[in-house]
């Protein structure tokens, strides 16, 4: 399983970037799939999370700018972000996770997210 992670660019405060993860051979077989983010010293974070259920979860700084969906029929998870801020600047990176008998998580590449102000 590959994931592949697109849409990340330069952008001024107050715009939008939407962000789109394929997998290969499929979302369906996911648990979760989510976005992170990564800003330069710091850890990596969760920014939206999307269940098989269509369930969703956001951290505090996303809820109300940021919306996460799973497209089905383009086999992406997709995350818009609008009214974007500096602070939302970092390296993103999209999660997949299949719990089954197991579980095993996959990383895509990041995709650089830069907001100036």
């Known amino acids: 399983v590959q994931l592949q992670a697109s849409g990340g660019g330069l952008v001024r405060s107050g715009g939008s970037l939407r962000l789109s993860c394929a997998a290969s051979?499929?979302?369906?077989?996911?648990?979760?799939m989510g976005w992170y983010r990564q800003a330069p010293g710091n850890q990596r974070e969760l920014v939206a999370l999307?269940?098989?259920?269509?369930?969703?979860n956001y951290a505090d700084s996303a809820k109300g700018r940021f919306t996460i969906s799973r497209d089905n029929a383009k086999n992406t998870v997709d995350l818009q972000m609008d009214s974007l801020k500096p602070e939302d600047t970092g390296v993103y990176y999209c999660?997949?996770?299949?719990?089954?008998?197991?579980?095993?998580?996959?990383w895509g590449q990041g995709t650089q997210v830069t907001v100036s102000s």
């Open positions: 999660k997949g996770v299949i719990v089954a008998i197991d579980s095993r998580v996959y």
């Open positions: 051979g499929g979302i369906s077989s996911f648990t979760a």
């Open positions: 999307i269940y098989r259920s269509g369930a969703t």
